[in-house]
């Protein structure tokens, strides 16, 4: 075949590699059978399945061989779009319902994963991710006290490793500056109208649970609720408006509708600003009145 340096006999190994002449997982022929092939050094044969590992199509285990990534994607397969929720969450069923749905017109495959905490495990995940056929990936951040600075520093591990990605639900913003691309909705507006369409209905007392403070979507959502109620002529009492306790997700809400309604004069409404507080402290109120139901009965029996 003539003479090959180093470029020309990487490029034949990857050719054979990306055309589905071997296949992930096989085996690659050894040092000595390529320089034979080639014509070449076993020298410049190692050189060039180094530059192949180091792409992530050749996988190098020492004593035994160099083999094709397992991982490897090759040409004309579907491009993938990796959806990491923050820890063991996923985004919401209707955004993830939407990108599945324009995922499918573009052929693209969606993938459902959990983005780990440490910056080690962070890191290993985005380099494997790396060495996919990825469109990008889908990232819904991490809903906690220091929100800027953990994902922040998420998003400087995807650009380091030249991914593609987008933020949904909330973004990754500080003093107003939203970092990268994003996509979610305009919460003020509809907190502002969910506020005047609870005025409609008479109700005058209205409260309010929203997540940390520093949380873009929530002070947005949270700020549309008291524009509008000023808007109104209500005055803002502060016992009405409260901030989730740092606690898992599960039990974010619970505690603070106890508190609401243990007030002297309870609120007749009120707004979450995010889906999951809400659904916790439907719950709550659920249990709460079954407590009561069940303490009522008991007294009637008596």
């Given at each position: 075949?003539?003479?090959?340096?180093?470029?020309?006999?990487?490029?034949?190994?990857?050719?054979?590699?990306?055309?589905?002449?071997?296949?992930?997982?096989?085996?690659?022929?050894?040092?000595?059978?390529?320089?034979?092939?080639?014509?070449?050094?076993?020298?410049?044969?190692?050189?060039?399945?180094?530059?192949?590992?180091?792409?992530?199509?050749?996988?190098?285990?020492?004593?035994?061989?160099?083999?094709?990534?397992?991982?490897?994607?090759?040409?004309?397969?579907?491009?993938?779009?990796v959806v990491l929720g923050a820890g063991s969450s996923n985004p919401t069923?209707?955004?993830?319902?939407?990108?599945?749905?324009?995922?499918?017109?573009?052929?693209?495959?969606?993938?459902?994963?959990?983005?780990?905490?440490?910056?080690?495990?962070?890191?290993?995940?985005?380099?494997?991710?790396?060495?996919?056929?990825?469109?990008?990936?889908?990232?819904?951040?991490?809903?906690?006290?220091?929100?800027?600075?953990?994902?922040?520093?998420?998003?400087?591990?995807?650009?380091?490793?030249?991914?593609?990605?987008?933020?949904?639900?909330?973004?990754?913003?500080?003093?107003?500056?939203?970092?990268?691309?994003?996509?979610?909705?305009?919460?003020?507006?509809?907190?502002r109208k969910l506020v005047k369409t609870l005025f409609e209905f008479g109700?005058?007392?209205?409260?309010?649970?929203?997540?940390?403070?520093?949380?873009?979507?929530?002070?947005?959502?949270?700020?549309?609720?008291?524009?509008?109620?000023?808007?109104?002529?209500?005055?803002?009492?502060?016992?009405?408006?409260?901030?989730?306790?740092?606690?898992?997700?599960?039990?974010?809400?619970?505690?603070?509708?106890?508190?609401?309604?243990?007030?002297?004069?309870?609120?007749?409404?009120?707004?979450?600003?995010?889906?999951?507080?809400?659904?916790?402290?439907?719950?709550?109120?659920?249990?709460?009145?079954?407590?009561?139901?069940?303490?009522?009965s008991e007294l009637q029996s008596r």
């Amino acid at each position: 075949m003539g003479n090959y340096p180093r470029q020309e006999v990487m490029r034949e190994l990857e050719r054979r590699i990306v055309s589905g002449q071997w296949n992930p997982g096989q085996r690659l022929p050894t040092e000595e059978i390529l320089s034979g092939e080639f014509r070449v050094s076993r020298g410049t044969v190692r050189n060039a399945i180094a530059s192949l590992a180091e792409n992530g199509l050749v996988e190098r285990r020492h004593g035994v061989g160099s083999f094709v990534c397992r991982d490897v994607t090759l040409p004309g397969a579907p491009r993938r779009v990796v959806v990491l929720g923050a820890g063991s969450s996923n985004p919401t069923g209707g955004i993830l319902y939407g990108i599945q749905q324009r995922a499918a017109t573009l052929r693209c495959e969606v993938e459902l994963g959990a983005m780990p905490r440490s910056t080690d495990e962070v890191s290993a995940m985005l380099s494997s991710l790396r060495r996919m056929n990825l469109a990008g990936v889908v990232f819904a951040p991490f809903i906690e006290r220091n929100y800027h600075e953990i994902n922040s520093h998420i998003l400087d591990l995807l650009e380091e490793q030249s991914l593609r990605y987008v933020v949904v639900d909330t973004p990754v913003a500080s003093h107003g500056v939203i970092r990268g691309d994003f996509v979610g909705n305009d919460g003020y507006s509809a907190m502002r109208k969910l506020v005047k369409t609870l005025f409609e209905f008479g109700h005058r007392r209205i409260a309010s649970i929203r997540v940390f403070a520093g949380v873009y979507s929530s002070d947005q959502r949270y700020r549309g609720v008291v524009d509008q109620l000023e808007l109104e002529g209500a005055t803002i009492l502060p016992e009405l408006h409260r901030e989730i306790e740092d606690v898992p997700l599960l039990q974010q809400g619970r505690k603070r509708i106890h508190e609401l309604m243990a007030l002297p004069e309870p609120p007749t409404a009120l707004i979450c600003t995010h889906d999951m507080i809400a659904l916790n402290v439907y719950d709550e109120l659920r249990r709460m009145r079954l407590r009561s139901e069940e303490h009522t009965s008991e007294l009637q029996s008596r």
